[in-house]
Nanobody, 120 residues
Framework: QVQLVESGGGLVQAGGSLRLSCAASGSIFSINSMGWYRRAPGKQRELVAA???????NYADSVKGRFTISRDNAKNTVYLQMNRLMPRDTAAYHC??????????????WGQGTLVTVSP
């Protein structure tokens, strides 16, 4: 069984920082892209940041300069360092991974989510 487990969410004051982690576990041949998405109540899900196997990155305009995505391939883990957090960053953050299984089947997996709440 393959799964993603996120951690690091919580309550933080505006201007503070959080570091989210997402670890993929199970039988995995390789992981291509990994990313973080967020969804606030009443709003559409949006891509926050993504990183490819070659470590190319993409960021939402709203987080550029504040958030940094990185990955540790040996640990099958992706991180999201969030600095200068704002109340509008409040959302459920979900990790996503596009991976290849040992059978060479491609699979997209979502984590259960971790809640980030930024107080004014």
């Amino acid at each position: 069984q393959v799964q993603l487990v996120e951690s690091g969410g919580g309550l933080v004051q505006a201007g503070g920082s959080l570091r989210l982690s997402c670890a993929a576990s199970g039988s995995i041949f390789s992981i291509n892209s990994m990313g973080w998405y967020r969804r606030a109540p009443g709003k559409q899900r949006e891509l926050v940041a993504a990183i490819t196997s070659s470590e190319s990155t993409n960021y939402a305009d709203s987080v550029k300069g504040r958030f940094t995505i990185s990955r540790d391939n040996a640990k099958n883990t992706v991180y999201l360092q969030m600095n200068r957090l704002m109340p509008r960053d409040t959302a459920a953050y979900h990790c996503n991974a596009d991976m290849t299984l040992p059978s060479y089947r491609n699979l997209e997996v979502w984590g259960q989510g971790t809640l980030v709440t930024v107080s004014p």
